[in-house]
């Protein structure tokens, strides 16, 4: 992965809303969205997936669990060839019972090159950003975030741009089609970046030309955005309902979109007696689909506020 804006309760009707492109060598084998199982055990994840190192960039499980990983630019650092798939990650965070603090104390130390993980569980109401190159874990809150190849909420101009769409579309789209339109249009620019403005990461100034746009293609076709993923989670009524949304990409443009929903997901943090909750969903099949394009004349409607996370008690 290497773009992600997250929208954590910043909207009454869709709480929940990630975007994300993955960017990675064509040549490189993944799958595209589906249910499937970690060779290491464990739920099932809902996923894409690397098949050259068996893991993936963004997965969630039934149980409430939801992961996403991106990669970090630091051509200064010799990457090590021996380190394991930061794509691995993923899957140990979504099958695991850790707690995020000893989760992450176990992962750092674990040899993994460069890299940003963001991990939630929201039946602890709880969202981590974390990296091996920060010193320590931050808790998420409220909020609209944006994560590239650097830092949580490094203002890279693609990222900039994506958190502005994103409250744009939040402000604007009147269901999840509309949404989810406006989130693959902004992932999908192609817009150019002044010299002036790209980021300083120590890569050739023609490669730091080409990785300035959210959807990006090299010169020679052989690296690029290979997905788009979305993840809106909608108030129907008193209950929560999740779409994940994928746009898979060939090397000659073609693009597929494969879509999955998940009921009552995320799940509640702690037991509302207001809102009728019948526990996670079970595994649905994945589809190929279209999106609705008229879904956008469609009018917004205001619904009751509840957090997905947890309030931090203030020490005593």
């Known amino acids: 992965m290497c773009l992600i804006g997250l929208a ?16 990675e060598f064509f040549k490189r084998p993944a799958s595209r969205l589906a249910w499937w199982t970690p060779a290491s055990g464990g739920p099932a994840v809902l996923a894409g997936r690397d098949m050259a190192g068996g893991g993936t960039w963004l997965g969630v499980t039934t149980l409430g669990r939801l992961a996403m990983v991106t990669n970090v630019r630091e051509p200064s650092i010799k990457p090590d060839p021996e380190a394991p798939s930061r794509g691995r990650i993923v899957p140990e965070w979504l099958a695991g019972e850790e707690a995020p603090d000893r989760f992450w104390m ?19 109401g709880q969202c981590f950003w974390a990296s091996n190159r920060a010193p320590f874990p931050r808790r998420l809150e409220r909020g609209l975030y944006g994560l590239s190849n650097a830092l949580l909420e490094t203002p890279w ?4 741009a994506l958190k502005q769409a994103m409250a744009e579309a939040l402000r ?23 010299d002036e403005q790209l980021p300083h990461t120590g890569v050739p100034l023609a ?23 979305l993840l809106i989670t909608e108030r129907v009524n008193r209950s929560l309902v999740t779409h994940v949304l994928e746009r898979s990409f060939s090397p000659n443009g073609m693009a597929l979109l494969r879509r999955a929903t998940l009921k009552n997901w995320p799940p509640r943090y702690a ?15 994945v589809q190929d689909t279209e ?26």
């Open 271 to 285: 037991p509302d007696p207001e809102v009728d909750d019948d526990g996670p969903t079970p595994q649905e099949p």
């Open 106 to 124: 176990r992962t750092a130390l674990s040899g993994y090159n460069g890299f940003n993980l963001i991990a939630a569980d929201f039946r602890l």
């Open 172 to 194: 604007t789209a009147g269901s999840v089609d509309a949404l989810s339109l406006s989130l693959f249009a902004a992932l999908a620019s192609r817009d150019t970046v002044p």
């Open 8 to 23: 954590i309760d910043q909207d009454r009707r869709f709480p929940l809303v990630i975007a994300t492109n993955r960017d």
């Open 291 to 316: 999106l609705d394009t008229s879904a956008a004349l469609q009018p917004r409607k205001r619904t009751r506020v509840r957090s997905l996370l947890k309030p931090v008690r203030p020490p005593r």
């Open 207 to 229: 490669w730091e030309r080409t990785l300035a746009p959210a959807f990006i293609r090299s010169e020679d076709g052989s690296y690029g955005t290979r997905c788009s993923t």
């Open 157 to 160: 101009p693609k990222v900039t």
